[in-house]
């Protein structure tokens, strides 16, 4: 069994800063992946990358020998509002290769 426990999210107001972490742990042989995904109320679930409007302002950072991802959101505006979810692509001890998924942190911007 593997889990993925999150840490971070909470209110900040426009401009403000948050930093997002995420830790793998269980019957884990390799991690091939670990990043985030996003999903804001009404909305699809997306992808974080460094794509579009996240250019310059998130950046998500890993360390493969603790299984931990980080995901560093700076000049956050209101549309940034969303649950966000780390994942991870997990080959297990039993030679299973899955995706795992954290439980969600909300993520507030007040304008």
């Known amino acids: 069994q593997v889990q993925l426990v999150e840490s971070g999210g909470g209110l900040v107001q426009a401009g403000g800063s948050l930093r997002l972490s995420c830790a793998a742990s269980?019957?884990?042989?390799?991690?091939?992946?670990m990043g985030w995904y996003r999903q804001a109320p009404g909305k699809q679930r997306e992808l974080v990358d460094y794509?579009?409007?996240?250019?310059g302002r998130f950046t998500i950072s890993s360390d493969n020998a603790k299984n931990t991802v980080n995901l560093e959101m700076n000049s956050l505006k209101p549309e940034d509002t969303a649950v966000y979810y780390c994942y991870a692509d997990v080959i297990t001890d039993r030679g299973i290769g899955d995706r795992y998924w954290g439980q969600g942190t909300q993520v507030t911007v007040s304008s």
């Open positions: 269980g019957s884990i042989f390799r991690i091939d992946r």
């Open positions: 794509a579009g409007s996240l250019k």
